[in-house]
């Protein structure tokens, strides 16, 4: 998966075809600015897009916590709408893909690195977040089960109170997200896998298909939302896109 992903990094055709899905699954969304495409002066070799001007990321972080909170908003929006409704997930969540604008408006960059999810796959990721939102732990762990196949032993419990962690933004909404939280996160995992990836085993099962780029959005996405330190409501902000009674089909 590994290096599906990363061969495709140096396809720049694949790469604006991509960029054109993000934007046109975010078309409707006034904060969510994917640049577009000039697709006559792009190839294989080479990916021309629509210049935008804005504030970086070092800057953003500088700014009043207010319009930082927009921006933390802006963010779960776009990376959870396009995993969990769309089934895409840009798994490159560097700040550097950022523009920061007034008003909580984001342009985002770089989708060479993109994970697609098939609907089963999506569909009880969604389901994982809803429990998580609830706070209902036995929906929450049913779930997990579905989306990671956990097939019991010593490894389950400590794979799902590693995910519980993870879920804590939606779990404890309005929630800040900061750099000690993110360092906890990084340090159940690290411990998860060192105490499992043994002959023994004990119940492990490897990251399944579609998932192994998952940390990436605790070890990322979350550093991003940890520099930018605001309390966030993560929670409306998903109701705003997905709902609770029914399955969201792209």
């Not at 600015?33 to 070092?58: A, C, Y």
């Not at 779960?76 to 895409?88: E, I, M, N, R």
């Not at 036995?138 to 962690?165: C, H, I, K, S």
């Not at 340090?187 to 192994?212: N, S």
Request: aromatic share 14%; hydrophobic share 40%.
């Amino acid at each position: 998966e590994i290096r599906a992903r990363f061969r495709e990094e140096l396809d720049y055709s694949l790469e604006a075809q991509r960029q054109l899905r993000f934007a046109r699954l975010f078309r409707t969304d006034p904060q969510v600015h994917v640049p577009l495409i000039h697709q006559k002066l792009s190839t294989s070799r080479v990916m021309t897009s629509e210049w935008v001007e804005g504030m970086n990321f070092d800057d953003a972080c500088a700014q009043p916590e207010a319009l930082r909170t927009q921006w933390c908003e802006t963010l779960w929006h776009f990376v959870y709408k396009a995993s969990l409704v769309g089934g895409l997930f840009n798994a490159d969540p560097h700040p550097g893909n950022y523009i920061f604008h007034p008003e909580g408006r984001v342009s985002f960059f770089d989708f060479g690195c993109v994970q697609e999810f098939a609907t089963p796959r999506r569909l009880a990721a969604q389901a994982v977040h809803r429990a998580a939102r609830n706070a209902d732990q036995t929906a929450f762990n049913e779930a997990a089960r579905a989306l990671f196949g956990f097939v019991g032993g010593a490894y389950e419990p400590r794979a799902l109170a590693y995910l519980e962690a993870c879920f804590q933004p939606l779990w404890r909404s309005p929630f800040r997200i900061t750099r000690p939280y993110v360092a906890d996160l990084v340090k159940m995992m690290k411990a998860l896998v060192a105490d499992f990836r043994k002959p023994a085993k004990d119940g492990y099962v490897p990251l399944p298909p579609q998932t192994f780029f998952f940390n990436r959005l605790q070890f990322g996405f979350y550093s991003v939302l940890a520099r930018l330190d605001c309390e966030v409501d993560y929670t409306r902000v998903e109701r705003l896109f997905l709902d609770e009674d029914t399955d969201t089909v792209p």
